[in-house]
């Protein structure tokens, strides 16, 4: 018995739902009969064309009939499709007057993207279109009835509906509040949740894994910006917090030529919630009202250039013309933006292109889509618009070694961290570094989420034949705080729990194991002050270095309670 499916029938146009493509032309019109699958439903008619994905037919009952091959059944000598010949252009008087779809067939969802107009506005309406290109599909674009929303329908190749997805142009805050209270499937943001805010999303999805709630999508870097013409290579955090809040107005009161100093920034939901969380949070601050408000970072970029008194903040990906200084840190650690240190989360004003969900999104497609978003496809994508990417870049020891002198001349060392310092050099020091950095959640053994991302990424990258033959080194490290042989200890355990989850990621005998060996130096060559959570977390990391020469550690089980120093003594004592 057949099963009995409802039909949806559409009162559209075939050229009105951009479907007339070029068919196939019949020199007869033989009667036909279309059954569709699964269902107690036919048509019987002259079948006018058939272009090898829609049948044409003309019915007595229904008209011209323009109906998807795949979920039709054809019965008729006119239904060989290799007997039609390819027209030259398309007969219009065979658009049709109905197209009929199983409604089991597809059921189209409907759901919402909340958040930052930085990444809403360009970034999420080009993973749409990303998504639906590759599931054969396409997308219509509509816009909403307020000026800060937009939706898209996005439609399958065989242009059914596959979901209505709209899209709320606000803060990050309100994005929270909306899929905590069901108003939205999805938040995105350019800064991570807040402990009361991810609490929220706990209620509403306590069973899921933190991996399940926050996935990072692309990564960007707020780059300090002045004027070519201007003198400046590099501001103090300090500083830059203070010109910013409006407490140095002046360019002489840094000591430098110039009159008042005018600030740019972007627009509340571009850029202040950024400038409040990176450059202000830390001092208590509030963005000086006298800052010139522009409606984009693209604009706040342009706007610095031409004036030689301006300064600004904006993406790293936007400088356009305008110069970037570096920031220096109250350590004396001065971080240049650059696509290395953003990608490895070094340049203190870096930051992380988020999506939030309260777990699983109750649609399919929603997860679908933020599935997607992290994608190499996605990747690819993302690399093409003004934020960057996740693929992996290299620095060579050269410039790697250039952090390790500085940290050396002005730190002050002990004992200890300079023989930890000197087993990094020996151990990197003709190598390469990965932009890969894991690091952990804070107040947390485990790895963070994008950490967890990046444990597939690198296992991906570990196979191709690049890396055939070349040792993979785990560099541990530790933030200052406590003993330096606790330090030590702690961070080649924290370089042995990489270990273990990256041969968990690859599989079984995907690659020698004995390639990849975890090795620890507690506090040396800090990227961050430790002045704070934010510096703190930044130096507890995991680096990933490649090198041509063998391994040299026995195995990190037997080596991961020893202080480094003793366990480089033991090694070179055979």
């Not at 409907?110 to 309406?125: K, Q, W």
């Not at 909306?178 to 938040?187: E, L, M, N």
């Not at 060996?517 to 507890?540: H, I, L, M, S």
């Amino acid at each position: 018995m057949l099963k009995r499916t409802k039909i949806r029938m559409i009162g559209l146009s075939l050229l009105a739902l951009g479907l007339a493509s070029p068919i196939a032309g019949m020199a007869g019109t033989d009667t036909v009969v279309l059954r569709l699958k699964n269902a107690d439903f036919e048509v019987r008619g002259a079948l006018k064309s058939f272009d090898g994905d829609k049948y044409v037919v003309e019915s007595s009952s229904f008209g011209v009939l323009s109906l998807t091959a795949a979920q039709f059944d054809c019965e008729g000598a006119a239904c060989m499709a290799t007997a039609l010949a390819r027209p030259e252009r398309v007969d219009d008087s065979l658009a049709s007057t109905l197209d009929l779809v199983s409604a089991s067939a597809v059921e189209p969802e409907r759901f919402r993207i909340a958040g930052s107009d930085t990444i809403s506005r360009e970034l999420m309406p080009a993973i749409i279109r990303d998504y639906a290109a590759s599931i054969g599909g396409g997308v219509e674009q509509l816009v909403g009835a307020l000026p800060d929303q937009t939706e898209f329908k996005v439609f399958d190749g065989n242009r059914a509906l596959v979901a209505s997805v709209g899209i709320d142009r606000t803060s990050p805050s309100a994005a929270f509040r909306a899929v905590a209270r069901g108003r939205a499937d999805v938040a995105v943001s350019t800064r991570p949740i807040d402990p009361v805010e991810q609490a929220e999303l706990r209620r509403i999805a306590p069973l899921a894994r933190p991996d399940e709630h926050e996935h990072v999508i692309a990564l960007d870097g707020l780059a300090v910006i002045v004027s070519p013409d201007r003198p400046l290579a590099s501001l103090p955090a300090d500083k830059l917090a203070a010109i910013f809040s409006g407490k140095v107005r002046t360019w002489q009161e840094l000591g430098l030529s110039g009159g008042a100093i005018n600030i740019y920034v972007a627009g509340d939901a571009a850029g202040s919630d950024d400038i409040t969380g990176l450059v202000l949070k830390s001092s208590g601050a509030r963005l000086a009202p006298a800052a010139r408000r522009l409606a984009s970072e693209f604009e706040v970029s342009d706007a610095v250039t031409r004036d030689p008194d301006g300064i600004g903040l904006t993406s790293y990906a936007m400088l356009r013309n305008a110069k970037a200084a570096g920031i220096i840190g109250p350590c004396g650690i001065t971080q240049l933006p650059s696509e290395f240190a953003i990608k490895a989360e070094e340049y203190p004003l870096s930051r992380r292109l988020y999506l939030y969900t309260a777990g699983e999104p109750v649609a399919a497609t929603a997860g679908r889509l933020v599935r997607y978003a992290n994608s190499d496809a996605a990747q690819a994508m993302i690399r093409d618009t003004a934020f960057m990417d996740q693929t992996v870049v290299a620095s060579p020891a050269v410039a790697e070694g250039e952090r390790i002198k500085a940290w050396l001349a002005t730190a002050a060392p002990g004992q200890l961290e300079r023989a930890m310092t000197r087993n990094l050099t020996a151990e990197t020091g003709d190598g390469v570094r990965l932009s890969i950095t894991f690091r952990f959640r804070i107040g947390s053994s485990q790895l963070d989420a994008k950490a967890l991302q990046d444990l597939a990424r690198l296992a991906s990258l570990l196979k191709e034949p690049a890396y055939k033959g070349k040792t993979i080194v785990l560099a541990g490290f530790t933030d200052s705080v406590g003993t330096p042989a606790a330090n030590g200890r702690l961070s080649i355990k924290r370089a042995g729990q990489v270990r273990q989850a990256l041969l968990a990621a690859a599989g079984p005998g995907t690659f020698d194991a004995s390639r990849i060996v975890a090795e620890g130096f507690g506090p040396a060559a800090p990227v961050a002050c430790d002045d704070g959570a934010d510096g703190n977390n930044k130096n507890r990391r995991v680096e990933v270095w490649i090198r041509d020469r063998p391994a040299v550690v026995r195995s990190v089980e037997d080596e991961r309670d020893e202080p480094v120093v003793r366990r480089k003594k033991r090694k070179r004592s055979g």
